[in-house]
């Protein structure tokens, strides 16, 4: 995966990645997302914020820059942040959210992370993670006319 650190978000890919996930055929086609086949693809250019890990940014400082709380999970936050997009925008139903959460469990000890830390952050996602499927206030590519009051 070709990804590069960005301000905004965190990570910015820049290769378009595919991953074999089991969902229902959504047949969601987005900008970025396009979920069809038992495969989510994310186009080059798509950003995410990484894992959602207490203290983050503190324990990077800490150790100088060389403690990086992703470094076995980028794809699996890639891919579960792109699953919690499509369920906030109303693409994907939320009664997934169960299932995307042990897809990030099993993606993140497929790629090197010890069984337990993936069992804790599986438990942080379905005990936190709720609120951040809830439809936003302002949508991302809400369209807005001022011609119409």
Not at 37 to 43: L, R
Not at 119 to 128: I, M, S
Request: with cysteine; charged share 30%; glycine share 6%.
């Amino acid at each position: 995966m070709k990804y590069s650190k960005v301000k905004a978000y965190k990570y910015k890919l820049e290769s378009k990645e595919e991953f074999k996930i089991v969902l229902p055929d959504c047949g969601v086609i987005d900008g970025y997302l396009n979920l069809q086949d038992n495969t989510i693809s994310i186009a080059k250019g798509y950003a995410w914020d990484g894992s959602s890990v207490p203290f983050k940014k503190t324990l990077q400082v800490l150790s100088l820059g060389f403690y990086d709380p992703d470094k076995y999970c980028k794809q699996a936050s890639l891919v579960h942040d792109a699953l919690c997009q499509l369920m906030r925008e109303g693409q994907l139903h939320r009664k997934y959210k169960q299932y995307i959460d042990e897809v990030y469990r099993g993606m993140c000890k497929a790629y090197g992370m010890p069984k337990g830390q993936a069992n804790n952050r599986c438990k942080a996602l379905r005990k936190h993670g709720d609120p951040y499927i809830l439809p936003e206030k302002n949508p991302r590519n809400k369209i807005y006319d001022t011609e119409k009051t």
